[in-house]
């Protein structure tokens, strides 16, 4: 027994090396991702809760690896936000989103996500201003979506990084509501447009009360701040029905689209809803 648990912490060891030596690897890379051209852009449709049309689409970020392949955001985005290397990437996205969304047709939204890192930095609304002169998108059509941990960073900058953003017409998501340690108080403190609603409440849903009431309690205070709701992760009817019922006005969700790096339908639904 003692020989195994040497050869088990041995062998956790090496685990955890390779672990460290492959996250230093992929931070090193990170500065070069950009000039490499390896990033690219995928959207995925929001739509209108109650007849299921697209109102607009969610930038996310997908890096294809020369060795390791898709390396999934949720792996990436940290590391690049340790090393700093958020900052030019949070820069390409917002360029290459507004680029892409200005030559949809004109309803649809473009909302993009912005770590709280790049949140605190004054550039930022250069970086916003900057993306939306050089691709001609109107500022009313982009959204920045951030979580909750902007509110718990510096503060004082981050509100005034929103207030000046919202100045200039761009509406400010809250992400994943719901999931970090952010108290309601703090959406009052905050003048945020829009609420996304966090997944796991959606998947919960079908066969938890709670997460009924949960998501039924965001709705009406929602409502009393005028703020809509959208709920995210929506993948099968029955959660369709669930948030409508609920009064989620926006939905997203494997059941009205994956993302995808090309954006077919809207000029055409421009026609038809035009
Ligand atoms: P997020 O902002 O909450 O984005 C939604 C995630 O849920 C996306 O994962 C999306 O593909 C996935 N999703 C959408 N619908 C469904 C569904 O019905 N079921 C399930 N199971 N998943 C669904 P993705 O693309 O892997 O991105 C993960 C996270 O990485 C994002 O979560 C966001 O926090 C971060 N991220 C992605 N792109 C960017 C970016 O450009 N900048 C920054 N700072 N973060 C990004
Ligand atoms: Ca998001
Ligand atoms: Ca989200
Ligand atoms: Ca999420």
């Not at 948030?243 to 989620?248: I, M, N, P, T």
């Amino acid at each position: 027994a003692k020989e195994a648990g040497r050869g088990n912490a041995c062998f956790f060891d090496q685990e955890m090396d390779r672990h460290v030596r492959k996250r230093r690897e992929l931070a090193h890379e990170l500065r070069h991702v950009i000039a490499r051209d390896e990033l690219r852009l995928v959207f995925q449709p929001i739509v209108a809760t109650a007849t299921s049309h697209i109102i607009g689409y969610e930038a996310l970020l997908r890096w294809q690896h020369p060795i390791h392949g898709h390396v999934p955001p949720q792996t990436f985005i940290p590391i690049a936000e340790e090393v700093g290397a958020i900052v030019p990437i949070g820069e390409w996205v917002l360029r290459r989103a507004c680029e892409i969304a200005s030559r949809w047709a004109e309803h649809l939204s473009i909302a993009v996500n912005v770590s709280a890192l790049q949140f605190e930095l004054p550039s930022l609304v250069d970086v916003v201003e900057a993306a939306l002169r050089d691709s001609g998108l109107s500022p009313h059509r982009l959204e920045l979506e951030v979580t909750e941990s902007v509110m718990l960073r510096n503060r004082v900058i981050a509100l005034a990084t929103l207030r000046r953003l919202k100045r200039r017409g761009v509406a400010i998501v809250m992400d994943d509501f719901g999931t970090g340690y952010s108290s309601l108080s703090n959406l009052q403190a905050f003048p945020f447009d829009k609420i996304k609603i966090d997944r796991s409440f959606v998947a919960a849903m079908e066969h938890d009360e709670a997460a009924r009431s949960i998501i039924r309690a965001i709705v009406s205070l929602g409502k009393s701040l005028a703020l809509p709701i959208v709920a995210e992760g929506v993948e099968t009817d029955t959660q369709h029905r669930l948030v409508l019922e609920a009064g989620c006005a926006q939905a997203q969700g494997y059941l009205f689209g994956i993302p995808t790096e090309t954006v077919t339908i809207a000029p055409q639904l421009h026609v038809v809803g035009g």
